[in-house]
T-cell receptor
Framework: DVKVTQSSRYLVKRTGEKVFLECVQD?????MFWYRQDPGLGLRLIYF???????EKGDIPEGYSVSREKKERFSLILESASTNQTSMYLC????????????FGNGTRLTVT | GNSVTQMEGPVTLSEEAFLTINCTYT??????LFWYVQYPGEGLQLLLK?????DKGSNKGFEATYRKETTSFHLEKGSVQVSDSAVYFC??????????????FGAGTRLAVHP
């Protein structure tokens, strides 16, 4: 079974802090994604990566950056956390071939106070 | 652009009732369609998918048929169980830079099943 592991289930950070969310997958998938999930809005794509050191902006990249130094690891970085970034963050991975399903981690619930 | 619209929840049913969760989409081309389920405290997992018009996806008693003429992919189950209580997301595949696949999700529909 594909396993996507997010390093923290819950995080509480202060406004202005730099925050790192880590994600590791064990199936050698090329594609990795970061989504945020908010009630009534579903999942919105923040950033994705289709190869090591490659990254592309999704629909809502403002206030975020990412890092992919190794194929199995994809990090989401909040440069200066703000209260409107309080959300559930979901990492996912998939093989490169088209229409493959995404495999999700269990999510990190981030609260910024 | 591509988009997905789901019926608002929550949907509250008694055990063994019939379930329908409506999903309609707007898309160019011929996307694949998916239903994902999120159980409490977990990430999303694929429930079923359909890759072309008139395909029926099915899994765990759930079914959905890809209807191009009505741009719909409604989720159905004949007899729900308490363990089906979860949030259900309809999604379609779209294209990303470089032609890589991405998913566009609906807002999600919460289902609560009572004994």
């Amino acid at each position: 079974d594909v396993k996507v592991t997010q390093s923290s289930r819950y995080l509480v950070k202060r406004t202005g802090e730099k925050v790192f969310l880590e994600c590791v997958q064990d199936m050698d998938h090329e594609n990795m994604f970061w989504y945020r999930q908010d009630p009534g809005l579903g999942l919105r794509l923040i950033y994705f990566s289709y190869d090591v050191k490659m990254k592309e902006k999704g629909d809502i990249p403002e206030g975020y950056s990412v890092s992919r130094e190794k194929k199995e690891r994809f990090s989401l970085i909040l440069e200066s956390a703000s209260t409107n970034q309080t959300s559930m963050y979901l990492c996912a991975s998939s093989p490169r071939r088209g229409n493959s399903p995404l495999h999700f981690g269990n999510g990190t619930r981030l609260t910024v106070t | 652009g591509n988009s997905v619209t789901q019926m608002e929840g929550p949907v509250t049913l008694s055990e063994e009732a019939f379930l329908t969760i409506n999903c309609t989409y707007t898309a160019t081309g011929y996307p694949s369609l998916f239903w994902y389920v999120q159980y409490p405290g977990e990430g999303l997992q694929l429930l079923l998918k359909a890759t072309k018009a008139d395909d029926k996806g099915s899994n765990k008693g759930f079914e959905a048929t890809y209807r191009k003429e009505t741009t719909s992919f409604h989720l159905e189950k004949g007899s729900v169980q308490v363990s089906d209580s979860a949030v259900y997301f309809c999604a379609l595949s779209g294209s990303l830079a470089g032609g890589y696949n991405k998913l566009i999700f609906g807002a999600g529909t919460r289902l609560a099943v009572h004994p």
